[in-house]
């Protein structure tokens, strides 16, 4: 929105100010963060009004837990707004591809918002069916992934591209929709799966999405995705105003998640950021890249997927508990110990994900 006062500009005066990318993104990120701070403790206090018992704890879980109950959840909600807030100020709203992935983002949150919902209300772990979320999140998916099927230039649609290597695609043609899909619902669910311990999700989703938001930023620059021997996406570098809007709220929602946590994120918040790493993975073209950035959301899901498979076929566990920030919970690693040391693994992560824009 603020993009346009760029029209007002004589020469290099403060409004040329709002032609840049970077200005903007510096914009929505404190938006987006004095607004976390300033309504962060309010939202808390309405939601200890209104869910009296907080996020049920689950029965088989660590220990540990049972002293988190009555701490509300559904904090996602502040992320989500700040983010929704910063971005509809800060972004060129003439750009399809922030329309794309903030309503992915809102979609998801809204599967999580009523998984929530239905948990605290009927105060049971069990919210919407996990093949509820699931097919709704296909459809999401589905049709996110048409639509950038669709904008992307002829030369790009339908294909897969290769890092490392110079400017290689693999087209897949109509089978890049179902690929896709498997990419935002699994970071969706990826994400969701690994908000477990206080503080322990929002900073790998910062973290990976400050990298997504550079790598945006880069393949919608001629000049820079000339540089680096990358395939230009017009139109992507807008992201990185969604980026700054997400760290911004992020950091403010963290502030009052760290341990020991004042609210949850929920589903409303997990699966909507794992649903917009997801959609800005596909709009880049980056969806292997996200794969190594948000390799610790790739290990967390696999450990279940193991440990369920593993189980079923011989009825013994892999892991003391799945997913696996549980195990080292059950081994005696104090929470901060394992957040921490989570983070530590993502940061990592995020600079080889960068690497691979400069190793061709």
């Known amino acids: 929105m603020l993009y346009w006062l760029s029209a007002l500009a004589q020469g290099g005066d403060f409004y040329n100010l ?12 404190f938006t987006a963060l004095v607004f976390g701070f300033l309504f962060g403790r309010p939202l808390i206090a309405f939601l200890r009004v209104r869910q009296k018992r907080g996020q049920p704890i689950r029965d088989d879980g660590p220990e540990t837990h049972f002293v988190k109950a009555g701490t509300p959840t559904m904090g996602g909600v502040l992320i989500l707004a700040a983010l929704t807030l910063s971005t509809l100020l800060w972004a060129r709203l003439d750009t399809v591809y922030v329309w794309l992935v903030l309503v992915v983002t809102l979609c998801f949150g809204a599967i999580g ?3 929530d919902w239905k948990k605290v209300t009927k105060n049971n772990t069990k919210g919407v069916s996990s093949r509820t979320r699931f097919l709704l ?37 109509y089978f890049y929709i179902p690929f896709g899909m498997i990419v935002i619902v699994g970071s969706a669910n990826a994400v969701n799966l690994t908000d477990g311990l206080d503080g322990l999700a929002i900073m790998p989703v910062m973290i990976a999405a400050g990298t997504l938001g550079v790598i945006a930023y880069v393949v919608g620059n001629a000049n820079f995705a000339d540089y680096l021997d990358l395939h230009y996406v017009p139109g992507t570098g807008e992201l990185l105003v969604f980026v700054a809007g997400l760290i911004g709220g992020g950091l403010g929602f963290l502030w009052y998640n ?12 997990s699966l909507a950021l794992g649903g917009a790493l997801g959609a800005i993975a596909v709009a880049t073209k980056h969806e292997i890249v996200l794969a190594v950035v948000g390799g610790l959301f790739v290990v967390e ?19 003391l508990m799945a997913p ?6 059950k081994k005696g690693w ?24 400069k190793l061709r």
């Open 18 to 29: 709002f032609r840049y990318i970077t200005f903007r993104a510096g914009g929505a990120f």
């Open 113 to 115: 918002f009523a998984d």
């Open 137 to 173: 999140g296909l459809v999401i998916a589905a049709l996110a992934t048409a639509v950038v099927m669709w904008v992307q230039p002829p030369d790009l649609r339908g294909d897969l591209a290769v890092p490392i290597f110079k400017r290689v695609l693999l087209h897949l043609s």
């Open 258 to 269: 760290a341990p020991p946590a004042a609210v949850f994120m929920g589903d409303t918040g």
């Open 301 to 319: 899901a696999l450990s279940v997927i193991i440990q369920v498979l593993y189980f079923k076929r011989t009825g013994k566990r892999v892991f």
């Open 324 to 329: 696996i920030h549980h195990h080292f919970e």
């Open 334 to 357: 104090a929470e901060p110990q394992i957040v921490i040391r989570f983070w530590i693994i993502s940061l990592i992560l995020a600079l080889i994900g960068l690497a691979t824009l």
